[in-house]
């Protein structure tokens, strides 16, 4: 099954297709009503086993997170995921109750189930999509942040008892994200830090100690009543910008990790949904997602946007980018799990809106981009570097990619300027390697060895990716010697 996960892959990126919808292909093809013929409908099983997927998924995601580009659209992602989120459960429950004629309970969850895009969908969707940073961060952090509060609402809809008065809903979730976003970045920095100052004794140990201090940011936040999805999220986001040993082999295993996670999970849904039982609820699944997707998306667009000024064609294109996935079908398990009434007719919407809508918005969203003008941005590619710890010496190496579209294409060594106790020391060119000099002209697909003291450590990582966005003459002609500007 793996094994078809994984060439199900290759399919879906010639398509243009989200792999999710291939994934949940494979669980229902080997469930009841599929060649596989397994019966599964355990609902608790599944919510625990998604939530897990989910850390995964979500740790993925923020190691990927460059923070100069998400750090101007924080504001704004913070509005989408909040303001946004409780405009689109509002409109989304009112089309529920007048147009399908669900009671208020149930369509205030179906609201609040569909409200959150899926991180999982919007990174593997995007990163295909060469966008505009500042599109991409408020889109991928979005995707991050908003789902806490909508857990919370899921949670507090789902209950047994009388629902909590809209205050202390808003209450309950500033608190909350209050809390998981201060364990977050403090598990975050604590890690980097100790995984900076300590060298372990074997490559392969960063990387799962990168993803061990990621769970635990998610469980502590968690344990203290707090988002742990947000913790889970910073935490990764400040490892992922720490510039930490043997980042390129760390960012793989996560990567990988994420790509398990996310089959896993979808295949598990597709096992949990009973094809058959499906037909009844497909034309409220319809209509429910054409209100989601026509109005209250871009209407929570338009309302969070306001303080904030945007392009018509950003806020149209990340009203069609509210990507659904893997998370709104795990949240509409928690109805099933706490037995209110009709909660398996909630799941099935849920899954039938998820998959013809993310079937329509996913393959979509390029030629949307492409005509919006916002799709052909070119950016100087980013300077592959991995550094190993010379504990011994008090020093480091580091290897050093240039990649396609590298401005440090042409530049001589000597002109790298690099700091006082840092230099180039092996060019490894068409598989041949040489001990370059100062003349020596660098070129695409170089790899560069660079020792560099403990001291200028940073310095000497600095400059280079500032000659690879700037050229030779970085930091002459008003270009920083700082990557992050």
């Given at each position: 099954m793996l094994l078809i996960a994984v060439a199900a892959v290759r399919i879906s990126s010639r398509s243009g297709l989200p792999s999710l919808l291939l994934y949940l292909g494979i669980g229902i093809a080997m469930g009841q009503d599929g060649i596989g013929n397994v019966s599964f409908s355990n609902a608790e099983l599944t919510q625990v086993i998604g939530y897990a997927a989910l850390v995964?998924?979500?740790?993925?995601?923020?190691?990927?997170?460059?923070?100069?580009?998400?750090?101007?659209?924080?504001?704004?992602?913070?509005?989408?995921?909040l303001v946004g989120v409780a405009v689109s459960v509002g409109v989304t429950a009112a089309g529920a109750h007048y147009l399908v004629g669900l009671e208020w309970r149930q369509s205030l969850i179906i609201g609040a189930v569909v409200s959150s895009t899926d991180a999982a969908a919007v990174f593997s969707v995007l990163r295909k999509v060469p966008l505009p940073a500042r599109v991409t961060g408020v889109l991928e952090a979005e995707s991050g942040f908003n789902d806490a509060p909508v857990v919370i609402l899921v949670?507090?809809?789902?209950?047994?008892g009388p629902v909590e008065h809209w205050y202390v809903l808003i209450g309950e979730i500033a608190l909350e994200l209050a809390i998981g976003a201060a364990i977050g970045l403090a598990v975050g920095w604590l890690g980097s830090y100790g995984l900076r100052h300590v060298a372990l004794p074997a490559s392969g140990l960063y990387p799962i100690a990168v993803m061990a201090i990621a769970t635990v940011a998610y469980a502590a936040g968690a344990m203290a009543h707090g988002s742990g999805f947000l913790a889970v999220y910073l935490a990764a986001m400040v490892m992922g910008n720490a510039k930490l040993p043997h980042w390129p082999a760390t960012r793989g295993f996560a990567e990988g990790l994420g790509w398990i996670a996310q089959i896993g999970m979808f295949v598990l849904l597709g096992l949990l949904v009973t094809p058959h039982e499906l037909a009844d609820d497909i034309v409220p699944a319809l209509l429910i997602g054409l209100v989601l997707t026509v109005v209250a998306r871009p209407l929570s667009v338009v309302v969070a946007m306001l303080p904030f000024r945007r392009p018509w064609q950003e806020r149209a294109l990340m009203s069609w980018a509210g990507l659904r996935g893997a998370v709104p079908i795990i949240l509409a398990t928690i109805p099933m799990v706490t037995g209110i009434a009709d909660s398996q007719r909630i799941f099935n919407i849920v899954f039938v809106l998820v998959v013809v809508y993310t079937l329509i918005q996913g393959p979509t969203l390029p030629w949307l981009a492409r005509k919006l003008k916002l799709g052909d941005s070119a950016e100087a590619a980013d300077l592959g570097i991995e550094s190993a710890p010379l504990e011994r010496l008090r020093g480091h190496l580091l290897s050093v990619s240039i990649p396609k579209g590298s401005r440090m294409h042409g530049v001589e060594v000597g002109e790298l300027r690099l700091p006082k106790g840092?230099?180039?020391?092996?060019?490894?060119?068409?598989?041949?390697?040489?001990?370059?000099?100062?003349?020596?002209?660098?070129?695409?697909?170089?790899?560069?060895?660079?020792?560099?003291?403990?001291?200028?450590?940073?310095?000497a990582e600095a400059r280079l990716r500032a000659v690879a966005h700037g050229g030779k003459l970085a930091g002459w002609l008003g270009t920083g010697t700082d990557s992050s500007r």
């Open positions: 995964v998924i979500l740790a993925e995601g923020g190691l990927g997170t460059k923070w100069k580009e998400i750090k101007p659209a924080l504001p704004a992602a913070v509005a989408l995921s949670v507090a809809f789902s209950a047994t840092a230099s180039v020391t092996l060019v490894v060119r068409d598989g041949e390697s040489f001990v370059p000099g100062p003349t020596t002209v660098l070129r695409l697909g170089d790899e560069l060895l660079v020792v560099a003291t403990d001291p200028v450590r940073d310095a």
